[in-house]
Nanobody
Framework: VQLQASGGGLVQAGDSLRLSCAAS????????MGWFRQAPGKEREFVAA????????YYAASVKGRFTVSRDNAKNVVYLQMNSLKPEDTAVYYC????????????????WGQGTLVTVSS
């Protein structure tokens, strides 16, 4: 599966933004999916993940309650709704397939596509 994230941009603190990750291929619905982010000078870190059918999700503590991950298997898209954005959310956001559902380890995710930059000004 090939992935392409989009929807990033420059926003102010407190604003909302929705990211999309479009997948090619017929196997999209067989993969749990995840979102990671990488801030300048920092390692890529886990943000959120969603099960194959979208029935369950889990989040990093830093975004829980503010971000919501969802998916539409009919459209081969996974979303990340980001509310109450903070300057520390500034990063390039990537989506990836999740090989071990429940994991937050970078190595358990793959098929990374091009990320999308989110910049939150204070």
């Amino acid at each position: 599966v090939q992935l392409q994230a989009s929807g990033g941009g420059l926003v102010q603190a407190g604003d909302s933004l929705r990211l999309s990750c479009a997948a090619s291929g017929r196997t999209f619905s067989t993969y749990p999916m995840g979102w990671f982010r990488q801030a300048p000078g920092k390692e890529r870190e886990f943000v959120a993940a969603i099960s194959m059918n979208g029935g369950t999700t889990y989040y990093a503590a830093s975004v829980k309650g503010r971000f919501t991950v969802s998916r539409d298997n009919a459209k081969n898209v996974v979303y990340l709704q980001m509310n109450s954005l903070k300057p520390e959310d500034t990063a390039v956001y990537y989506c990836g397939t999740n090989r071990v559902y429940g994991s937050t380890r970078l190595g358990d995710f793959g098929s990374w596509g091009q990320g999308t930059l989110v910049t939150v000004s204070s």
